[in-house]
T-cell receptor, first 113, second 111 residues
């Protein structure tokens, strides 16, 4: 595909359930980012993957959040025991190198009831 | 924490007018980027300006950077209804690689 894709586009879950969000970056991009955007707010950095280096997890808000990137391509963001405050749009982006412009996916809108 | 802060928070203009928004940041940067977001979903990269550059143009967009004042501006000339969106500045610090976004400026272009 030509751009970053994310799935699902919308996810409604009950409080306490686990969710998995998927991101397919642009082929050949070495850097992958996850952000969270709450209603009317800017983007909050969550985690960064660059090549085979250890990910930068400094933005993850709690240990309920984790992410992995398999084979340097697809990434999955997992939220365990979801809470209502986890409701947000989760955006994934990729770039060729860490300092360059980022290309964003359409996001996953997560609603925790 | 957010590095960039946009001003104003919201802007409403008539089609054909110019729109100017500003971004201030706190630490030294490698580059500064502007993004547009429609309908609260994916962001579209507009322009990247490096710390050693002072001005860049792309179509109807003009970006300036003043590193001494730690500020940048985005000018949209001859605005169109399709320019209605939220605009975010994002900085890459000198010693880091993570983009840090401001809260954005919401621009409404009235027909």
């Amino acid at each position: 595909g030509a751009g970053v894709s994310q799935s699902p586009s919308n996810k409604v879950t009950e409080k306490g359930k686990d969710v998995e969000l998927r991101c397919d970056p642009i082929s050949g991009h070495t850097a992958l980012y996850w952000y969270r955007q709450s209603l009317g707010q800017g983007l909050e950095f969550l985690i960064y993957f660059q090549g085979n280096s250890a990910p930068d997890k400094s933005g993850l808000p709690s240990d309920r959040f984790s992410a992995e990137r398999t084979g340097g391509s697809v990434s999955t963001l997992t939220i365990q025991r979801t809470q209502q405050e986890d409701s947000a749009v989760y955006l994934c982006a990729s770039s060729f190198l860490g300092l360059n412009e980022q290309f964003f996916g359409p996001g996953t809108r997560l609603t925790v009831l | 924490s957010q590095q960039g802060e946009e001003d104003p928070q919201a802007l409403s203009i008539q089609e054909g007018e110019n729109a100017t928004m500003n971004c201030s940041y706190k630490t030294s940067i490698n580059n500064l980027q502007w993004y547009r977001q429609n309908s609260g979903r994916g962001l579209v990269h507009l322009i990247l300006i490096r710390s050693n550059e002072r001005e860049k143009h792309s179509g109807r967009l003009r970006v300036t950077l003043d590193t001494s004042k730690k500020s940048s501006s985005l000018l949209i000339t001859a605005s169109r209804a399709a320019d209605t969106a939220s605009y975010f500045c994002a900085t890459v610090p000198s010693n880091d690689y993570k983009l840090s976004f401001g809260a954005g400026t919401t621009v409404t272009v009235r027909a």
